[in-house]
T-cell receptor, first 112, second 115 residues
């Protein structure tokens, strides 16, 4: 059983469409991060959310941290082919020293 | 370019070989990490070094041996690996300030195949 469950595992959409990726857990996190990983590269941090109910926007990407700090979502508006990649969520448990717990990721493919 | 480099980028080795993975960070960080990434599985934290001392060892088999000679360099020595050890090995670094939440910067990884 994974601490952070991401859904869906795979998502294929066309340019211009919207998509939402989910990250869920039964545990409470002091913070949660979203990364994007492209083929042949390591994960790159997109955003960190720390407050329950927090919403952050990064251009066409909107990140939300659940009120109870157990879940998060990533919404992409008008997807572009450059959004293709593996999206990973990672959280820091409230009783840990800062160790990141990762989800397995959602592979997003945006086609022209 | 994240400021964290890893070599080699690809490695094929037999089960009886000995090899080493190298990671170097140019960010002035004082903590470094080794992760294992297998297909469709979460990143697994293997080792953490903070101020050149190992602070985390997640029940990793002894065929993996880390070494951190200074705050900029991290090695992972490999010996008598198994085919199931084939994966992407990622190095990361961060600045540890005692406040817990610091961004980790990842290298591009070494793709390892054990035959």
């Amino acid at each position: 059983t994974q601490l952070l469950e991401q859904s869906p595992q795979f998502l294929s959409i066309q340019e211009g469409e919207n998509l939402t990726v989910y990250c869920n857990s039964s545990s409470v996190f002091s913070s949660l991060q979203w990364y994007r990983q492209e083929p042949g590269e390591g994960p790159v941090l997109l955003v960190t959310v720390v407050t329950g109910g927090e919403v952050k926007k990064l251009k066409r990407l909107t990140f939300q941290f659940g009120d109870a700090r157990k879940d998060s979502s990533l919404h992409i508006t008008a997807a572009q082919t450059g959004d293709t990649g593996l999206y990973l969520c990672a959280g820091v448990l409230t009783d840990s020293w800062g160790k990141l717990q990762f989800g397995a990721g959602t592979q997003v493919v945006v086609t022209p | 370019e994240t400021g964290v480099t890893q070599t080699p980028r690809h490695l094929v080795m037999g089960m009886t070989n000995k090899k080493s993975l190298k990671c170097e960070q140019h960010l002035g960080h004082n903590a470094m990490y080794w992760y294992k990434q297998s297909a469709k599985k979460p990143l697994e934290l293997m080792f953490v070094y903070s101020l050149e001392e190992r602070v985390e060892n997640n029940s990793v088999p002894s065929r993996f041996s880390p070494e951190c000679p200074n705050s900029s360099h991290l090695f992972l020595h490999l010996h008598t690996l198994q085919p199931e050890d084939s994966a992407l090995y990622l190095c990361a670094s961060s600045r540890e300030t005692g406040r817990g939440i610091e961004t980790q910067y990842f290298g591009p990884g070494t793709r390892l195949l054990v035959l």
